[in-house]
């Protein structure tokens, strides 16, 4: 018995591995259950009574001998792993990643958003998929209004209940008034979509800042105040507007809003085609109809409501004539506006 442990002993002493593979076959072949160490636990039932203590002292040893080796060999490997880092310079500076930037569309709606939020509008959203109550029914339109044509709007489904890409975000202000009692007062930004050939002047699709201002004596003063506030913060301060009468289905009265030219100072250009003047927004009081339509009374209620287009602003804002640049992901055009966050 003590030959047997001191000859497994010398074995175990002398054993080398070069992976973690080998390791765990020594671990198999010496330590597992029946490994060669476990059988000799077993042989111990033989030895005779007086031998037993010293024996199995030895026997231990033994155990604790080849635990410890496993491990040191174990424990080699590791530093092997550390060693091939020691080559590598890790204070080197790591090849720079480029940053992206931020489209200019997103610049532009952030900048309109800010300036609401400042005048104490939140942000509401909606769905970009609509039914034809939010995008047309409950905002006034009549049953063979142009605007429900198939030329206009992309339709998904028809019948029993339409279902479309909404043509404006201003089915978000009906999704907020059925659900939420005045004061409301709401900017909301999103995608819109029309069935119109792609040119430098139309897509098919778009984006619009939707607003709405629900509350108790709201005038058409107030509107005028917000939307002056608004092109003065994003124009600057020597812009002026002017309020042109105009039609909307879901505003009475309702009015398109133009800005002094910011090229020429309103002495007349190319871009305000000679006139001094840009068109920005459409706007207008909420029509009864509307306010009726969502579950708020007309009689206790009055509110405004503008909408308008964010690649529009952006056009006026960084010159840029071509709406097909917006979509097409160019770098050498986004690069154009690092500068401008
Ligand atoms: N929804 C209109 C459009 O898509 C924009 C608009 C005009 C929104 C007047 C309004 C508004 O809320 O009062 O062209």
């Not at 880092?85 to 080197?92: C, F, K, S």
Request: some cysteine; hydrophobic content about 40%; proline content about 6%.
């Amino acid at each position: 018995m003590l030959d047997k442990i001191n000859s497994l002993r010398k074995e175990i002493e002398g054993l080398t591995a070069s992976s973690p593979e080998e390791v765990e076959q020594i671990r198999i072949k010496y330590l597992s259950k029946k490994g060669l160490v476990p059988a000799l636990f077993n042989d111990f039932r033989s030895v005779p009574p007086e031998q037993k203590r010293e024996m199995g002292q030895k026997l231990n040893e033994l155990k604790e001998f080849a635990t410890a080796k496993l491990n040191s060999l174990r424990e080699a490997l590791a530093t092997t792993a550390e060693d091939d880092l020691a080559g590598i310079d890790l204070t080197r500076t790591a090849t720079p990643a480029p940053f992206g930037t931020r489209h200019p569309l997103s610049l532009v709606k952030n900048e309109m958003l800010d300036i609401f939020a400042r005048m104490g509008f939140t942000i509401a959203e909606g769905p970009e998929i609509e039914d034809d109550w939010h995008v047309f029914s409950s905002l006034n339109f009549a049953a063979d209004h142009p605007a429900r044509d198939m030329q206009d709007t992309f339709f998904i489904a028809r019948n029993p209940a339409d279902v479309l890409l909404r043509t404006h975000t201003s089915s978000v202000q009906t999704r907020v008034m059925e659900s939420v009692k005045p004061p409301i007062r709401i900017v909301c930004p999103g995608r819109v979509y029309r069935n119109e050939a792609i040119s430098a002047r139309a897509h098919c699709f778009f984006h619009q800042v939707e607003g709405l201002y629900i509350d108790r004596n709201v005038s058409f003063a107030d509107l005028r105040q917000a939307l002056l506030y608004f092109a003065q913060q994003m124009f600057g301060p020597e812009t002026k507007i002017r309020l042109r009468p105009s039609y909307f289905p879901f505003t009475e009265p309702s009015a398109e809003m133009d800005i002094s030219c910011h090229i020429c100072g309103g002495k007349g250009c190319p871009l305000c085609k000679g006139t001094g003047w840009v068109e920005i927004l459409g706007c207008g009081m909420v029509d009864p109809n509307v306010l009726r339509a969502c579950g708020i009374d007309p009689e206790e209620y009055s509110g405004y409501a503008f909408g308008m287009g964010i690649e529009r602003i952006a056009n006026l804002k960084y010159k840029v004539s071509d709406l097909r640049l917006f979509s097409e992901n160019d770098v050498r055009f986004l690069h154009e506006f690092d500068a401008a966050h």
